[in-house]
Nanobody, 112 residues
Framework: QVHLVESGGGLVPPGGSLRLSCSAS????????TDWYRRNPGKQRELVAR???????IYGDFVKGRFAISRNSALNTVYLQMDDLTSEDTAIYFC??????WGQGTQVTVSS
């Protein structure tokens, strides 16, 4: 059974940083596409970032160089480093493995 657990969300002021973690069991993230999606009330779900088996990465247009996705294969964990956060980044962030398995999400709130 696949289990994804996100952590690292919280409240941060504008311009601040957070690092989200997605720890997996039951699936090898090194051989999977792993996505970070976000969902904000009133907005459509957005793909934030993806890292593939060969470490190829893609980012949503709104990221504009502020975020970085990475993977620690030994820990079977994918990270999302988010810098220069704005209120527009406030959302629930979800980890998704192989386009199918979803975590429960972690709330990110950017506010002064």
């Amino acid at each position: 059974q696949v289990h994804l657990v996100e952590s690292g969300g919280g409240l941060v002021p504008p311009g601040g940083s957070l690092r989200l973690s997605c720890s997996a069991s039951g699936i090898n993230l090194e051989s999977s596409d792993t996505d970070w999606y976000r969902r904000n009330p009133g907005k459509q779900r957005e793909l934030v970032a993806r890292i593939g088996p060969l470490n190829r990465t893609i980012y949503g247009d709104f990221v504009k160089g502020r975020f970085a996705i990475s993977r620690n294969s030994a820990l079977n964990t994918v990270y999302l480093q988010m810098d220069d956060l704005t209120s527009e980044d406030t959302a629930i962030y979800f980890c998704v493995a192989n386009h199918f398995h979803w975590g429960q999400g972690t709330q990110v709130t950017v506010s002064s």
